[in-house]
């Protein structure tokens, strides 16, 4: 088993890193991955920019204890959690989240887990720069919904 988490300022390669992953053992039959992306609008307001903060070490170490959990709920051969900080605009990738597994379902499972874990919690703080002014944040609802089902 595995594991890449990074935390960096850097963009990065989703096609190099689902290959990295897939070619860690011939055993695994499934390779799931989510990028996220910044989006232009966020409840009806125009987004310009993204400033996304996090408090280094502490974050680190809170991605991996959700990779670890799912490594223990799921029998997962490999999986890579790449999530940046800095100065984001719409389109800009933020976070690659790639789990491999002997079968379908433990990747999909596991990498839509570790996704709603990071959006919960993991220690980002997210300002969007809008027309209206700069927001930070708040955690939504639904987030909260959907990693509760785990």
């Not at 992953?21 to 987004?47: E, K, T």
């Not at 996090?54 to 991996?64: D, N, V």
């Amino acid at each position: 088993m595995t594991v890449k988490v990074v935390v960096d300022t850097a963009d990065f390669n989703a096609g190099e890193e689902i290959q990295r992953v897939q070619q860690l053992a011939d055993s695994i039959g499934g390779v799931a991955s989510f990028i996220g992306c910044m989006r232009s609008n966020n409840d009806g307001r125009r987004v310009q920019a993204m400033s996304l903060e996090h408090y280094p070490g502490m974050t680190e170490k809170s991605l991996q204890k959700i990779v670890d959990e799912a490594c223990k709920r799921w029998q997962l051969q490999g999986a890579t959690v790449i999530h940046r900080v800095g100065e984001f605009v719409p389109g800009d990738q933020i976070v690659l989240v790639v789990t491999a597994a002997a079968h379908r379902g433990e990747a999909f499972a596991a990498c839509e887990f570790i996704m709603d874990y990071l959006k919960t919690r993991a220690p980002f703080w997210k300002k969007e720069c809008t027309d209206e002014g700069d927001f930070w944040v708040e955690a939504r609802d639904s987030d909260g919904q959907a990693a509760d089902r785990w």
